[in-house]
């Protein structure tokens, strides 16, 4: 029964969610990683940007960002910097957030998993072991990955960490909606109009779609006008229900680490999925009391606790 017991200690200022958060978020400061970009073309004649850092290592270890991220959000950078002296580092850009705008109508979505099954199968070719962590919405297209894969999963892949997963997409949604969580929706939500307001004018989408998108104030509005019929979903609620990777947890069959902290503003209760990893072999689910969304500070010039114990997880036999 792979529940585990947290070792996330933070002193008092670190011990509210929305603190963690945000200082992680927007005053943690961080350098800049040394990347090199590669540019993947794809199988439906769009493409995706990896940033690397690529040396002689036979481990590869794949980066996959949340929502409107980047691999230059901060805590990706602060993870291709703490693992790059033992990995090869692909940080993934989701389509359209590595600073180019992908080619296709639809661009990213929380379950969207081609884009990485296509890196993992062509890094199998390269490297002896290939390892995972996925973060936020990244943590989702991770594990949604690893369960739709199931038994098909390349042996290579060795070991996963996901953190801060909004695994059902419906009701974490909704908390977003919250009065108290209002920013960090408005912010979202801004940042995803500023792209597909540009794409859906230059596809000729009817004026009357691109002034509802326009007007979206939540993802319930925004992903019943935009994600979901794009690609290829009825609605938001036929994409949350589709996509959401808590459907197919039990069915992962590589150790995989799942770390979500009870005070994340982003997560509902039933993105904790603790009688699922009860039963499961591979699943490790660790709730820390603390930690925000992807925060888990316990100082702004002090590595974030997940580092160290991702890299345990890692490199360590279970």
Same mark, same amino acid.
């Given at each position: 029964m792979p529940l585990v017991t947290?070792?996330?200690?933070?002193?008092?200022?670190?011990?509210?969610?929305?603190?963690?958060?945000?200082?992680?978020?927007?005053?943690?400061?961080?350098?800049?990683?040394?990347?090199?970009?590669?540019?993947?073309?794809?199988?439906?004649?769009?493409?995706?940007?990896?940033?690397?850092?690529?040396?002689?290592?036979?481990?590869? @270890?794949? @980066?996959?960002?949340? @929502?409107?991220?980047?691999?230059?959000?901060?805590?990706? @950078?602060?993870?291709?910097?703490?693992?790059?002296?033992?990995?090869d580092i692909w940080a993934m850009n989701h389509r359209s957030c590595s600073g180019s705008l992908n080619l296709l109508y639809p661009s990213y979505h929380s379950g969207h998993t081609k884009d990485l099954k296509q890196l993992v199968n062509t890094l199998s070719e390269k490297y002896e072991e290939i390892y995972i962590i996925g973060v936020s919405l990244g943590g989702n297209i991770t594990l949604k990955y690893l369960g739709d894969e199931g038994n098909k999963l390349p042996s290579v892949v060795k070991k996963v960490a996901t953190l801060s997963v909004p695994c059902q997409l419906n009701s974490s949604a909704k908390v977003l909606q919250k009065r108290i969580n209002l920013l960090y929706l408005q912010n979202f939500v801004i940042s995803l109009k500023s792209k597909v307001v540009p794409k859906m004018e230059a596809f000729n989408m009817s004026q009357t779609l691109i002034d509802e998108v326009r007007s979206a104030k939540t993802f319930v509005e925004f992903d019943d006008r935009y994600t979901g019929p794009a690609h290829g979903f009825k609605d938001a609620e036929d994409y949350w229900s589709q996509c959401s990777s808590k459907e197919v947890l039990d069915r992962i069959i590589v150790p995989t680490l799942l770390i979500n902290a009870k005070d994340d503003p982003f997560l509902s209760e039933e993105c904790f999925p603790y009688e699922i990893a009860e039963k499961s072999e591979f699943l490790y689910l660790e709730t820390p009391d603390y930690g925000g969304h992807v925060g888990f500070l316990t100082s702004l010039y002090k590595q974030r606790w997940y580092l160290s114990r991702i890299r345990n997880f890692l490199s360590k036999p279970i």
């Open positions: 947290s070792t996330y200690r933070p002193g008092f200022f670190y011990k509210n969610g929305h603190i963690n958060t945000i200082f992680a978020s927007k005053v943690k400061p961080q350098a800049d990683a040394p990347y090199q970009r590669k540019r993947f073309e794809t199988p439906d004649n769009d493409f995706f940007d990896v940033d690397t850092i690529v040396g002689v290592h036979k481990k590869a @270890l794949i @980066l996959m960002h949340g @929502l409107e991220g980047s691999a230059h959000s901060t805590y990706i @950078l602060e993870m291709a910097n703490f693992f790059s002296p033992d990995y």
